[in-house]
Antibody, heavy 122, light 108 residues
Framework: EVQLVQSGAEVQKPGESLRISCKTS????????IAWVRQMPGKGLEWMGI????????RYSPSFQGQVTFSVDKSISTAYLQWSSLKASDTAIYYC???????????????WGQGTRVTVSA | EIVLTQSPGTLSLSPGERATLSCRAS???????LAWYQQKPGQAPRLLIY???SRATGIPDRFSGSGSGTDFTLTIRRLEPEDFAVYYC?????????FGGGTKVEIK
C-alpha cells in the first residue's frame, strides 16, 4: 500500500528556519516524482513544484522559486520541504503528493500525505 | 501560466440530484492533461479523474469527466451524502501546473 506520512504541525516565529518531512512507503521511492502543494487558510490548492528522488531534479513554480527548497533522503524514502526564513504569509497546510505514473514529471497526483499545518506568528 | 476558472463557486443541490461542475482554462490544455480532485474538510485532496475523462482507481462510476481544449466538466450523476465537498481541477499539460479555485458542492 502506497503511503505518504507527513510530520506534525509546526508553530514558528517569523525569520526562523523550518524543515517538514514526507515519509513514503509501499513503492519504489526513487521512481516517482513527488509534488508539494500549499493550501492557505480557507483557500484553494497551489502547486509549489516537484522533485525526482532518484537524482533530486527539481522544478519550482515561479511563485515559489527562491522561497522554499525541496530535498530528499533516499536512504529513508523521505522528501523534505524547507524554509530558511519564514514569513507570516507562509502560514498554511502543506501537502506532499506522489505522481500517479513512474518517471513522469507532469502527471496527476494520485497519493497524498495527510498535510502538515505550519503556523508562523510572532 | 494557465489560469483555471471553476464555476459555479458554490453549487447547492440535494442528494440524488445531478451535479455539473465547469473548469475553463485561459489557454488550451495540452493532451487534455486535466485532473479533478475532491477535498472534504480536514482531509487531503483525493484524485477522481485524470486525463480529462479517466476515473482513478476506486472511484465510483457516478463520477465522470469530459472536455478538451479549454473547457472541461465534472459530472456527478446522482449525488450521495458523501459527495458534498469541494472539487478542484488541475492542469498538468504545461509548467507551472495550476489548480482552479474550486467549486463547493453543498447540501441544499
Amino acid at each position: 500500500e502506497v503511503q505518504l506520512v507527513q510530520s506534525g504541525a509546526e508553530v514558528q516565529k517569523p525569520g526562523e528556519s523550518l524543515r517538514i518531512s514526507c515519509k513514503t512507503s509501499g513503492y519504489s521511492f526513487t521512481s516517482f516524482w513527488i509534488a508539494w502543494v500549499r493550501q492557505m487558510p480557507g483557500k484553494g490548492l497551489e502547486w509549489m513544484g516537484i522533485i525526482y528522488p532518484d537524482d533530486s531534479d527539481t522544478r519550482y513554480s515561479p511563485s515559489f522559486q527562491g522561497q522554499v527548497t525541496f530535498s530528499v533522503d533516499k536512504s529513508i524514502s523521505t522528501a523534505y520541504l524547507q524554509w530558511s526564513s519564514l514569513k507570516a504569509s507562509d502560514t498554511a497546510i502543506y501537502y506532499c503528493a506522489r505522481i500517479r505514473r513512474g518517471g513522469i514529471a507532469v502527471a496527476e497526483l494520485a497519493f497524498w500525505g495527510q498535510g502538515t499545518r505550519v503556523t508562523v506568528s510572532a | 501560466e494557465i489560469v483555471l476558472t471553476q464555476s459555479p463557486g458554490t453549487l447547492s443541490l440535494s442528494p440524488g440530484e445531478r451535479a455539473t461542475l465547469s473548469c475553463r482554462a485561459s489557454q488550451s490544455v495540452d493532451y487534455s492533461f486535466l485532473a479533478w480532485y475532491q477535498q472534504k474538510p480536514g482531509q487531503a485532496p483525493r484524485l477522481l479523474i485524470y486525463a480529462a475523462s479517466s476515473r482513478a482507481t476506486g472511484i465510483p462510476d457516478r463520477f465522470s469527466g469530459s472536455g478538451s481544449g479549454t473547457d472541461f466538466t465534472l459530472t456527478i450523476r446522482r449525488l450521495e451524502p458523501e459527495d458534498f465537498a469541494v472539487y478542484y481541477c488541475q492542469q498538468y499539460g504545461s509548467f507551472p501546473l495550476t489548480f482552479g479555485g474550486g467549486t463547493k458542492v453543498e447540501i441544499k
